[in-house]
Structures are given as C-alpha cells and as structure tokens.
C-alpha cells in the first residue's frame, strides 16, 4: 500500500475536466480501455524522447523517477528532501496533498526562484495544458513548495535542425504563471467532486462534444454503444453542430433525417444516396474537367515523416519530409499505365548514410517527368506543400521543382464538389472511400500498410533503429500502400473519361 494513495494526478485531472464519466473509468472500470495503437504508441515514444531531450536544456538535475508508476512515495520523500537541500534541478519531482498527486516534469531554482517547467511536444500553449499546469500549482502550493514562475517548455516550430540537435533553440519556454494562477479557484472547485467519484456510482453523463474535446475519449466506443455502426449522424460529413441538433431530436440514423432538413448539397447527396441508394453523376462538369488535362498524364503521391523533433538538416519540426512517392503515367489515351517509385534508404536520414535522402528524390523526379503533362495528385496541394519545401531547401533545383507544382489538377475535386457521388462512398470524398465504392475489389483493407500514419512511423522507426520487422518485406509493403494510391487515380481517372465521353455521346 503506498504510503501517499492517491485518486487524483494531472493526466486524472484533465481526464475529469474533459467528462467525470472518463475519469471514473480510468478509475474504475479500465478493462473498458482498449489496447494502445501504434499511432498512441508511437506519440508517446515521440514524448517520452522529447522529455529527456528538454531535461538537456536545464542539465546536471537529479532523476527522481518512481519505479513504477503506482506508487510515488519514495519520489514525493525524496523530492522534499533534495528541495531542502538546495538541489538547482529535479527532474520528475513529485508533490503529494489530500490524495492529489503532482509529478512535475522539471523543478529548476534561478536566480532565488523556484520555476516549475512542464514539457509538452507541441508548438503552442493549449488549453488543457493549462489545466494539466494549474492542477500542479496547486499541489504544489498547497504542499508548501508554491513555484515563482510557471512555465510550459514547447517545441519551437521556427527551430532548422543543422547538425546535433540542440535543445535550447528547439524548445521554447512560455511563461503560464498568470494563467495557472487565475485558475486556482476553478481547480479548487473541480476537486471535491472528482475526489467524490465511487465504484459503484457510474456518473450517469450523456455523450456530447466532450467526448472528443480535447481529445478522443478512450472510452466512446463503450459510451457510444446505442449508436448506429454505419451511416449515424454522426457519419454526416462537414456536419458543423447538425449531427447533434439531429441527436437531440431523437435522430441516430441517417435514414431518419426528415424531408427538408437544413443540409448542404454534398450533404443531401449523402442523406439521399442512404435512403434511396441515389447516386449523382454530373456528366457536364465532369466533361469539363477531363477535358483540361494534357498528355502525357502522371498521377503522383507522396509519402512523408513529420517528426516532432527534426530527423535531416535544414528541416523543421513537424515539417512534410517526402522518404517516397509513388508515379504512374500514361502517355497518350487508351496507353496502359507506366510505374515508377522512389523509396529512400533509411540510413541516409541517419550520420550512417551515404546520400542525401532528399536529393536523391529531386533527382529521380527529374528522370521520371518529361518538361510537359497535367499531373494529377489526390488533395493536391499537400504534394505541393512538399515540393515548395524543396524548392527552398534546393535552390540549384527551384527551376525544375516549381514548374512540376505548377503543372498539377487536384482529382479530389471531382469528388469533393459532388460531380460524382455513390452511397457507397458513405459521404467522403477520401480515396479510401471513393477507390473501394467504384472499384470493389481494391481495398486499403487487403494491405500490411494500408493508411499513410502506419506508412510514415513505420519509416520513421526504421530511421531511428526502432524497426523489429523484415526490412526487405516492409519495404515492399510500403512500395505497395503507395503505388495503390497512384494505380487508384489511373482508374478513377478512366472512369471520369467513360462518364465524360458519355456526356458529349449525350449532346
């Protein structure tokens, strides 16, 4: 038994601040938590590194992690006892009150101050950090150990990684002492009623925004049990408050919608396609837009890193790095399609490599585009977000990489606009939905790889020596995810052809 039990820490608090239902079962019934993703997994590894990382920018502290994580005691003695003793830097101190438990990230003494430092990976001060930060302020206080100052270290997205990293220009300190210190009342109100919470008194809470503000409630697929699997209202797409005014009229599925309801087109075009099996195709629009494109076609995608602390030289953090892309082309009409594919070695990302990663791409771009020809990406201007970075970061090569950004035809917009809509793509214009709903026996489900988070954490954790599959395999696996993204739009690119040639048949 712990010689400080405690029912009440900082993730806790912010849990009951979100709904007192979450909290009760992160106290109560966890069993109902299902099991850590790779993408959750993959973020905390990402935090866990960014924490030793920023322990580097207040160097020379003492580490007072517990051993395990249920029990601080020894951590909340030991962090009293060093503070007595004049200690500049603790890392992990731990501070106990009335069941309330506060473990602070850095404990830092300048210039007769006492700065509390909490450390967070993203690139701004957010609400819930202030939560997380007023919790500790007040156990802190309480405690009698009351910081001077409070600060949140966050990462500097103005930050341009060249050589080793360097934590004091990748982190930024904001001063959040005024802020934690206005909330004390409100924290102060917030404790007795998450203290009260018991195991056999389940909040009876509804579901509502809070469920995913500030984040994804662990528990909403137990929560939301009495919702419908498929075609809710909460499937409604660009729904903007509608999905809830039609739950709180006692409407759960899209069939129920009534005639008249206040929707957009696209959102019409979903209700219809779900209680009619109605399908759109504006044959005109679509005309309109094959007939702008020119031969020859390439159909491109990129896939990319965007790592939280910088991997190459001249990159930010978060910033779009391309390790691959995917290209079909098709050189004149009715030809079958050509595939090329860049995939980077992963040790040229690291001291290890022989290359640099990036300009290897650019010049294999240059082998695989001739100087003319639409091309066509799926939500273009993410590719061109990409290729305006390197334009930048390769001046010798602006030329070339921004005459290709100027050359591309977004082949989302078919969709996006409604000019072609299936029930079956259940409201999205997300290739995922379209490929599948015009071409059945393609599916992102059949492959090892089959989204682009899984692509770019499992590149990146071979960069960073974390990897513990078959390279080879996975590396054939990756080129496979991406190349169906291509062989995707040369498909439903034929498609728009038959439906425009059908449109000038029609006139």
Not at 271 to 288: F, L, M, P, Q, W
């Amino acid at each position: 038994m712990p010689r400080y039990p405690h029912k009440i820490s900082k993730s806790r608090f912010v849990s009951g601040a979100q709904c007192q239902k979450k909290l009760y079962f992160d106290l109560f019934r966890r069993d109902l938590k299902p099991p850590v993703s790779a993408q959750q997994q993959a973020l905390f590894d990402t935090g866990h590194e960014i924490g030793h990382l920023a322990q580097q920018v207040f160097p020379g502290g003492i580490d007072l992690s517990p051993k395990t994580y249920y029990d601080f005691s020894d951590a909340i003695d030991q962090t009293r006892e060093v503070i007595h003793k004049d200690q500049q830097t603790i890392y992990e101190a731990a501070f106990y009150h009335e069941e309330v438990l506060a473990a602070l990230d850095i404990l830092h003494h300048e210039n007769g101050e006492r700065w509390a430092i909490e450390v967070k990976s993203s690139t701004t001060v957010k609400d819930y950090h202030l939560q997380d930060a007023a919790l500790q302020y007040w156990v802190m206080q309480q405690s009698g150990f009351s910081p001077d100052k409070f600060f949140l270290m966050h990462i500097n997205n103005a930050y341009v990684k060249q050589g080793p990293i360097d934590p004091k220009a990748l982190f930024t300190l904001s001063d959040i002492t005024a802020q934690v210190k206005e909330m004390q009342a409100w924290v102060t109100e917030q404790l007795p009623n998450l203290k009260s919470l018991q195991a056999n008194q389940e909040p009876d809470i509804s579901i509502g925004k809070h469920c995913a503000d500030p984040f994804e409630c662990d528990y909403k697929q137990h929560c939301w049990k009495h919702i419908p699997s498929k075609d809710s209202v909460f499937d409604l797409k660009n729904a903007r408050g509608r999905e809830w005014d039609l739950y709180s009229k006692g409407i759960l599925h899209l069939s129920n919608v009534p005639d008249g309801y206040n929707l957009t087109p696209n959102q019409q075009l979903q209700i219809d396609g779900v209680k009619y099996e109605k399908s759109h195709i504006d044959e005109r629009n679509i005309a309109s837009f094959v007939e702008v494109l020119t031969y020859p076609i390439y159909y491109f995608d990129f896939e990319t890193i965007n790592s939280a602390i910088p991997i190459l030289d001249g990159t930010k953090p978060f910033q779009q790095v391309p390790f691959q892309y995917s290209l079909h082309r098709v050189n004149a009409p009715g030809e079958s399609a050509e595939h090329t594919a860049f995939l980077a070695n992963p040790l040229d990302f690291t001291e290890k490599g022989g290359a640099d990663p990036l300009k290897s791409l650019i010049n294999q771009l240059k082998t695989d585009f001739q100087q003319k020809g639409t091309i066509l990406a799926y939500n273009a201007v993410f590719e061109k977000t990409v290729l305006k970075a390197l334009a930048t970061a390769y001046p010798e090569d602006a030329d070339f990489i921004n005459q290709l950004t100027e050359r591309f035809i977004d082949l989302m917009d078919v969709f996006k606009e409604g000019w072609y809509y299936t029930p079956a793509m259940q409201g999205s214009y997300s290739i995922k939905y379209v490929l599948p709903a015009l071409f059945p026996e393609l599916s992102y489900d059949n492959l090892a790889i089959g989204n682009g988070t899984d692509a770019s954490n499992t590149f990146l954790s071979m960069i960073l020596g974390s990897f513990t599959g078959n390279e080879t395999l996975t590396r054939k696996q990756l080129l496979q995810y991406c190349e169906q993204d291509t062989y995707a739009m040369v498909l439903l690119h034929k498609e728009l052809i038959r439906v425009g040639y059908q449109s000038d048949e029609d006139e």
